[in-house]
């Protein structure tokens, strides 16, 4: 998908998901001062923003965003 709105109006079960998966693996990660975070297929950002980038802790030093579509990357910035 190329259309950044839309995508953001009907990304629901992406979102449930996301929230599923990191409540659930999350506490199992041990950080490293300065570890990065890639968020393959990020789409709109919009998970990366407001859900991955809350449950990071304090000393994650970089996330980074990649997705496939120009379009989405683009809305993302």
Do not use: F
Not at 13 to 24: F, M
Not at 48 to 59: H, M
């Amino acid at each position: 998908m190329d259309n950044a709105n839309l995508y953001s109006q009907s990304n629901s079960l992406q979102r449930t998901d996301a929230i599923d998966v990191l409540d659930s693996y999350m506490p199992l990660v041990r950080w490293k001062p300065g570890d990065s975070v890639i968020d393959v297929g990020c789409g709109d950002g919009d998970i990366t923003v407001n859900i991955l980038l809350k449950r990071l802790p304090a000393e994650c030093g970089r996330v980074l965003g990649v997705d496939i579509s120009p379009e989405m990357l683009k809305h993302a910035r």
